[in-house]
């Protein structure tokens, strides 16, 4: 999708033309403002700081902020569309405070060596999100809305554990209510990476395999209770009537298998309201057997609020034939199936 044309899920009145953009920027708006304005191009941002810190930490926070800001317009900027245009600048603006802000936190100018966490953000960071490391627990809500407004360094989170796989955070109330949805059913989560919301599943009484092609394995630490299985192979193995995946790729191609898996009743997807960041719209469209809900309550569980969580909850029909062929993504939604907003919005991406 290219940037700025998708104005879905823009708030009214956000500039979108390169002239009105300048002008926005001239006046030096905050980040707050722009990741909520702008969505699509604050999580490319985070990635981008997310790049930058994997490469070289703080040396290439410097060499970042010492070619950007002496970029001048090339030739090739006057040509490209004008929204092009304006979701680049709204973009390097954003990626540059996230940068002047990292190197501002933690004297990127003057040493060298991995960015970290101050001593106070870090400290209440590690007790209310992880249990030890990067192992993360359940989070307490309540608690988390009282610290996380507090902490000055809460941005760089995000950008800092995505390159260890980690892209939310799950509160304890979400992972309860899953387990409720669950049930005593079998279930089975795919595309699992480090097995954590398995793990508090079970927890919680739930009967699940977590499941993963270990594709990451330079990044996450896979632990002996995650299956060494691609998700098409776990659906066979396992023949699941749960399955459960948390931000799975932008446009993956396992996805459509869950659909066609005759033993499935109910896929529970945990993904960004945003169609580029995970998931894949075309296979969610395009199958037949499934009726699909947006759950606004859960959605608001996942944490941090800034990653735009949402909870999809596909349930089998009634009347729906056990399983259909995959139609490909260029084939309707049903009629009788409305369409939610974020990633479930049709897009041009193939299955």
């Not at 970042?64 to 490209?80: F, N």
């Not at 999100?129 to 989170?157: D, N």
């Amino acid at each position: 999708m290219s940037p700025l044309t998708d104005t879905s899920g823009l708030w009214p009145g956000t500039p979108l033309r390169s002239r009105d953009v300048a002008e926005l920027l001239r006046s030096k708006p905050s980040l707050e403002r722009l990741s909520r304005d702008y969505p699509s191009e604050w999580a490319q941002s985070q990635r981008h700081l997310a790049r930058l810190l994997a490469d070289g930490g703080r040396d290439a926070l410097k060499n970042y902020l010492t070619t950007a800001t002496g970029r001048e317009r090339s030739p090739q900027d006057r040509i490209e569309p004008d929204r092009v245009r304006a979701a680049a600048a709204v973009r390097r603006y954003m990626t540059l405070e996230l940068v002047r802000q990292a190197c501002v936190a933690h004297g990127a100018g003057m040493s060298q060596g991995p960015i970290r966490f101050g001593r106070v953000n870090g400290f209440v960071l590690q007790r209310l999100l992880f249990e030890r490391g990067l192992r993360r627990k359940p989070v307490s809500l309540v608690l988390f809305r009282a610290v996380w407004p507090l902490l000055s360094q809460r941005r760089l989170l995000l950008p800092l554990v995505m390159q260890q796989g980690i892209y939310c955070f799950y509160s304890r109330r979400l992972v309860r209510a899953i387990a409720r949805l669950v049930n005593d059913r079998s279930c089975l989560e795919i595309a699992a990476g480090d097995g954590t919301l398995s793990r508090f599943l079970r927890d919680e009484g739930v009967s699940i395999t977590a499941t993963d092609d270990f594709s990451w394995d330079h990044a996450i630490q896979f632990g002996g209770d995650v299956e060494r299985l691609d998700a098409r192979q776990a659906l066979r193995t396992h023949a699941p009537e749960v399955v459960v995946c948390s931000w799975p790729p932008p446009g993956n191609s396992f996805e459509k298998h869950v659909f066609n898996t005759p033993s499935v009743q109910l896929y529970i997807l945990l993904t960004s309201r945003h169609a580029y960041a995970a998931g894949n719209p075309d296979a969610y469209t395009a199958q037949r057997g499934f009726d699909v809900q947006h759950d606004p309550i859960l959605s608001r569980l996942i944490l941090p609020d800034n990653v735009d969580g949402a909870v999809y909850l596909f349930r089998r029909r009634p009347d729906a034939p056990a399983a259909l062929p995959h139609r490909g993504a260029e084939t309707a939604a049903p009629p009788c199936t409305k369409r939610p907003p974020g990633p479930l919005a049709p897009s041009h991406r193939e299955a």
